[in-house]
């Protein structure tokens, strides 16, 4: 499956974004897809994900009740609802795919996920 992430953008702080990754190739709703960001000069970190069939979500901690991971099954496509951004939610984000066969490793497992969206970058202003 291959990745489309879009959506990014810069924001004032206390503002929103919905980041948009569509899928080609295959059946979203076929695979366990997560978010994961990173900013200038940090490591890689996980944001959401979303499981595959009956769509269970996970969240980084700094971002629960502020983010929402959503599938539209028709559109093919994963969305990350972003509320009440902040700078430090300043990072190039992107989506990414694995297949079921990985679902006995952990959500916010990097190195799980085989395809990779490319990166769309969120600029949050203060």
């Known amino acids: 499956v291959q990745l489309q992430a879009s959506g990014g953008g810069l924001v004032q702080a206390w503002g929103s974004l919905r980041l948009s990754c569509v899928a080609s190739?295959?059946?979203?709703?076929?695979?366990?897809v997560g978010w994961f960001r990173q900013a200038p000069g940090k490591e890689q970190d996980f944001v959401a994900a979303?499981?595959?069939?009956?769509?269970?979500?996970y969240y980084e901690d700094s971002v629960k009740g502020r983010f929402t991971i959503s599938r539209d099954n028709a559109k093919n496509a994963v969305y990350l609802q972003m509320n009440f951004l902040k700078p430090e939610d300043t990072a190039v984000y992107h989506c990414?795919?694995?297949?079921?066969?990985?679902?006995?490793?952990?959500?916010?497992?990097?190195?799980?996920?085989?395809?990779w969206g490319q990166g769309t970058l969120v600029t949050i202003s203060s």
């Open positions: 990414a795919a694995r297949s079921p066969l990985k679902s006995n490793e952990a959500v916010a497992a990097s190195g799980s996920y085989d395809s």
């Open positions: 190739g295959g059946t979203v709703s076929n695979y366990e």
């Open positions: 979303i499981s595959r069939s009956i769509g269970v979500t």
